[in-house]
């Protein structure tokens, strides 16, 4: 949606809102979880969490169809395609990549392979550093999520800046 509705000066902007609002996620999840956990047990949290996902993909996708459609994409984020002989603003001059050929690219799965790994150490830091806090610093539950936070609280502002 970005790339097709957001004018080309403001991409970086609105990108690094979208990533400061997942880092915003991963500090209220840092700072409700303790009270879960104490009020309604480890089992809560999966629950919330999971509750709040499901909620927000319906609005999403009740909204985003809405969306997307009432929106025409700005003049500056044109594509241009590029052929052997010439430069063509269609793109029906390009052969069609097709799913099979995306899937099975290097490109791709290193995309994918990096995305992963990325998000995967994101939600073990996530799970882990209240842990070492109360582990390594005698930290209580509440302190150690609240010491958790600090990464991403930077992330929200440097994903800012970076816009």
């Known amino acids: 949606m970005i790339s097709q509705h957001v004018p080309k000066k403001n991409k970086a902007q609105a990108l ?3 990533y ?3 880092e915003i996620g991963n500090v209220l999840s840092l700072m409700t979880s303790p009270g ?4 309604f047990g480890v089992a809560a949290n999966f629950q919330a ?3 709040l996902g499901i909620s927000w993909v319906a609005i999403w996708l009740t909204m985003s ?15 241009t395609h590029v052929s052997d002989d010439a430069a063509s603003t269609t793109p029906s001059d390009q052969p069609e990549l097709s799913l099979k050929d995306l899937v099975g690219s290097k490109a791709y799965l290193s995309t ?5 790994t990325y998000q995967l150490s994101n939600i073990m830091a996530l799970a882990m550093l209240p842990t070492f806090f109360s582990q390594e610093y005698g930290a209580d539950m509440c302190s150690s999520a609240a010491l958790s936070v600090t990464p991403w609280i930077f992330a929200v502002g440097a994903t800012n800046m970076a816009g």
């Open 16 to 18: 690094g809102l979208c």
């Open 20 to 22: 400061s609002g997942a």
């Open 36 to 39: 879960l956990i104490q009020w």
């Open 49 to 51: 969490y999971s509750a």
């Open 65 to 79: 169809g809405s969306l997307i459609s009432n929106l025409s994409p700005p003049e500056d984020t044109k594509t």
């Open 112 to 116: 994918v392979a990096s995305h992963c």
